[in-house]
């Protein structure tokens, strides 16, 4: 299998594609470390793990802050000894928040830029300080998304914390490629929740809707042997949405 035994952290990994990218380590012989801001959902993801017959344990977190980050890898690393993947899934827009930035709450905006990019941020150190520790050739892919290359109006505050993952895993791959690890990032376009049926497919050149699957694909692959010369790079998943030429970008 093509993770086995690795050490995979997952953030966010109580909602919907954190839940996915944890449960394909998970089926590759990872033992996974699910992180969530809620026990009640981070439990029940390490727990379909290991109904599976897979290794995982649920960890609670508030990863806006990093003293929080921090002592939650020191209990990952007492358990495992290590951390070999990190995936960063933790995030998403304001949603019913939605406004222009003019109105949007400070309270929001900190909240939100918290949680989508300090919450990588951090994580992606502790992640890089076990890497330089041991020397090791690790993985780190973040996921962002396309609003953090074009925008979009009433989406300032979270198309800002975006762009700033793309920069830090061009920057990041820089000093850590030295240890032969790489650090990524995956872009995906609309994602309905389980709970929503938008139908926005009309949107993206494909006609089809993005699903949590289509972004763990990708993640897969920029955690594998295959992506062993990958690093740096903004991986695009949404179907040509973000062309600019159909739909609403």
């Avoid at 909240?111 to 300080?129: C, H, P, Y």
């Avoid at 897969?220 to 740096?232: C, I, N, P, R």
């Amino acid at each position: 299998m093509e993770f086995q035994d690795k050490i995979a952290v997952v953030t966010g990994a109580g909602g919907n594609i954190g839940r996915h990218i944890a449960l394909r380590f998970a089926k590759g012989g990872a033992k996974v470390a699910v992180i969530d801001w809620s026990g009640e959902t981070a439990e029940r993801t390490a727990a379909e793990i290991r109904s599976l017959g897979g290794e995982a344990e649920a960890f609670v977190c508030d990863i806006k802050e990093y003293a929080n980050v921090h002592a939650t890898f020191e209990q990952i690393i007492a358990r495992w000894g290590r951390v070999d993947i990190l995936a960063t899934a933790a995030g998403g827009s304001t949603r019913q928040l939605i406004t222009t930035m003019a109105k949007q709450s400070p309270q929001v905006i900190t909240d939100n830029i918290g949680v989508n990019l300090f919450g990588a941020l951090w994580s992606a150190k502790e992640a890089a300080i076990d890497f330089e520790r041991r020397q090791a050739a690790g993985r780190i892919i973040c996921i962002t998304s396309i609003l953090g290359l074009q925008g979009m109006q009433g989406c300032v505050e979270y198309s800002t914390a975006k762009a700033g993952i793309i920069a830090m895993v061009k920057s990041l791959a820089k000093e850590l490629g030295h240890l032969g690890a790489t650090v990524n990032c995956v872009s995906p376009g609309l994602v309905n929740r389980p709970d929503e049926h938008h139908d926005v497919s009309h949107t993206n050149f494909l006609g089809k809707m993005c699903t949590a699957d289509d972004i763990t694909d990708a993640v897969e692959f920029l955690a594998s042997d295959k992506a062993k010369f990958v690093t740096g790079h903004n991986l695009i998943v949404d179907g040509g949405r973000s062309l600019g030429l159909k739909g609403v970008n």
